[in-house]
């Protein structure tokens, strides 16, 4: 669609690092030694809550392209087991993939022939423009959570 060039820029730009702070800044200087540590008060580690972020956005995007898409179950569906324990490759994984899923989903939206507003075929309503907003918004919420428990339990430089 012609009109919208003006919004398109603007979701690629909050789904990317200017809406609040990036993952990467989150977990920047992260010491990994920390990685399956549950902050005091939160039954899951950090891991679990970057982990649960990848996968939301994952699911979301799987949405978006996938006709014979099956949602996930609530809320087993989007965490990792709880005793599961990552290793540095787990971590390095889950932030790469969340990288390379989060690069799909701004070149869609930045996309002159995506439609936007056209509600999508195997939904119930949804748009891509919600869907996008949706992975702005749970991002946004999940990082900074996970920037507040670096601090709670003062890894953050």
């Given at each position: 669609?012609?009109?919208?060039?003006?919004?398109?820029?603007?979701?690629?730009?909050?789904?990317?690092?200017?809406?609040?702070?990036?993952?990467?800044?989150a977990?920047?200087?992260?010491?990994l030694?920390?990685?399956?540590?549950?902050?005091p008060?939160?039954?899951?580690?950090?891991?679990?809550?970057?982990?649960h972020?990848?996968?939301?956005?994952?699911?979301?995007?799987?949405?978006?392209?996938?006709?014979?898409?099956?949602?996930?179950?609530?809320p087993?569906?989007?965490?990792?087991?709880?005793?599961a324990?990552?290793?540095?490759?787990?971590?390095?994984?889950?932030?790469?993939?969340?990288q390379?899923?989060?690069?799909?989903?701004?070149?869609?939206?930045k996309?002159?022939?995506?439609?936007l507003?056209?509600?999508?075929?195997?939904?119930?309503?949804?748009?891509?423009?919600?869907?996008?907003?949706?992975?702005?918004?749970?991002?946004?919420?999940?990082?900074?959570?996970?920037?507040?428990?670096?601090?709670?339990?003062?890894?953050?430089?």
């Open positions: 669609m012609r009109g919208d060039k003006a919004l398109r820029e603007q979701l690629a730009i909050f789904l990317g690092t200017q809406a609040h702070m990036s993952l990467a800044d977990v920047k200087g992260f010491p030694k920390d990685m399956n540590v549950r902050p008060n939160v039954p899951y580690t950090f891991w679990h809550l970057l982990e972020i990848r996968i939301a956005q994952w699911d979301i995007i799987d949405f978006i392209r996938n006709p014979d898409y099956e949602e996930l179950e609530w087993r569906g989007y965490w990792p087991a709880k005793n324990k990552a290793t540095k490759k787990d971590w390095d994984e889950t932030i790469a993939r969340y390379s899923d989060l690069k799909e989903m701004i070149a869609l939206v996309n002159p022939r995506t439609d507003h056209a509600k999508i075929p195997h939904g119930d309503g949804q748009t891509i423009l919600r869907e996008a907003i949706l992975i702005v918004d749970h991002n946004a919420y999940h990082i900074g959570e996970f920037a507040i428990l670096r601090q709670v339990v003062n890894n953050w430089k």
